[in-house]
């Protein structure tokens, strides 16, 4: 044998070669089913971690939480921040569980109203802070963060399943990216359900486009006791289901039960939680009289969408709920969507994602709520960023770079910091 065989026999550069090393000592790899979202999972967390950066500096240079303003929750850290408004509701459920006690109605100078009460917010994410902290011993606060972060992956690794799906690996790892840094974004990785919802939701829908009935039944299920908007979820999973049964070919090629499994189980999370507030409060309908007389969130067929641009283009903000720069974000996303909504269908992608996003579009807009968490309540609809991520996909990695490094910068701002210090989250 040469002396060049003999040193490629040794060198672990060279294929085949063997390695040299300790007894006992392993190599650690990563699963090969892993792999393919090493790329969009270190895109997402490094833009994360950029934007989340300059927040804080931002916060820092505000100095409004230092001051123990209620407003963010009276905390004396930056990361307190990350759990005010719904957030602090959320740790309450976490903490105190559930009082479903009998509607409240005050009627002070004729107004009819509710009080307030922490069944609005549904039980997945509470439980699973709750959860966390008694394994790890982590502060509910920590164990909140946790959970949304580790969620924000599985969610990115979601968007990336099924962006690539349908557009290439290359669109899918931008799509993961884009995700990191769109309007509302800051959410992500606060105290917030965004995440938790987003992650259930990408990977329900790609158990639909990969005609796994029975998890997808499952997923939309869990959903269900996420948010009240997964109803726009579990519909597309049983329209979906409901067009495989309708289909002689799909019915030969798919079966039947798988189908039909999904469309009763879907629904289920949701139709539960809902039933057991109104039953605990006396009132089946009394989740839908809160949010409507507790907190002002109503559906009113894009009333109050329709008045909050009308005021916004005349320069007025003469509208329940106004904050002045979350709103004019608010309103260039919304001005955005007819074009994202086209290309999108222009890509023909399946009708589990386009009954799901067009659903939770109508939705959004739809319903009288804070305006300026317009961009939070739309993070769910992911597959708007198929047509943008594939046309990115075209550009070179050096004009890549420049785009996602200028947007994680920026971010910072718009993403986070105009939710939590100009409006409310």
């Known amino acids: ?169 290359r669109a899918g790892t931008i799509a993961a990216g884009l ?51 997964s109803a726009a979820l579990i519909g597309a999973v049983g329209l979906a289901a409901l067009v495989t049964l309708a289909r002689r070919e799909s019915r030969r090629e798919h079966g039947v039960v798988g189908p039909v499994y999904a469309m009763v189980v879907a629904p289920l999370g949701l139709l539960t939680y809902v039933a057991w507030v109104g039953l605990s409060m006396g009132d089946l309908t009394a989740y839908f009289t809160l949010q409507r007389e507790g907190w002002a969130h109503y559906f009113d067929f894009g009333k109050y969408t329709l008045d909050v641009l009308g005021n916004t283009a005349i320069g007025k903000h003469d509208y329940l709920f106004a904050f002045s720069v979350p709103d004019l974000i608010a309103v260039q996303v919304v001005l955005a969507l007819p074009f994202l909504i086209a290309l999108m269908l222009r890509k023909r992608p399946p009708l589990v994602l386009v009954a799901y996003t067009l659903a939770s579009i109508v939705t959004v807009l739809g319903t009288q709520q804070i305006f300026g968490n317009t961009p939070r309540y739309l993070l769910p609809c992911f597959p708007l960023l198929l047509a943008p991520a594939a046309a990115m996909g075209r550009l070179k990695w050096p004009s890549l770079a420049v785009f996602f490094s200028t947007a994680a910068l920026a971010s910072g701002w718009y993403a986070h910091f105009v939710m939590f210090e100009l409006g409310i989250p």
């Open 179 to 229: 995700w990191a840094v769109v309007p509302g974004a800051g959410v992500e990785w606060a105290v917030y359900s965004e995440s938790l919802f987003v992650a259930i939701a990408a990977w329900c829908c790609y158990c639909v486009m990969k005609r796994r009935w029975v998890a997808a039944g499952l997923l939309a299920f869990v959903a269900g006791l996420n948010r009240p908007t």
């Open 1 to 169: 044998m040469s002396t060049a065989s003999s040193d490629a026999a040794t060198d672990p550069a060279v294929p085949g070669g063997q390695e040299e090393r300790p007894r006992g000592v392993r190599r650690l790899t990563v699963p090969a089913g892993l792999r393919p979202y090493l790329a969009p999972l270190l895109l997402y967390g490094t833009l994360k971690l950029v934007g989340l950066t300059v927040f804080v500096f931002l916060l820092e240079a505000a100095d409004e939480y230092q001051k123990k303003n209620p407003r963010f929750g009276g905390g004396a850290h930056w990361w307190d921040v990350l759990a005010t408004w719904d957030g602090w509701w959320y740790l309450q459920v976490a903490e105190k569980g559930y009082d479903p006690s009998p509607l409240e109605r005050l009627d002070p100078g004729g107004l009819f109203t509710v009080k307030q009460n922490s069944v609005a917010f549904f039980p997945l994410y509470p439980g699973l802070i709750r959860g966390v902290s008694e394994v790890t011993g982590l502060s509910l606060l920590g164990s909140g963060i946790l959970v949304s972060v580790l969620a924000s992956f599985v969610a990115a690794a979601g968007i990336y399943a099924v962006i690539s799906l349908l557009a290439g690996v």
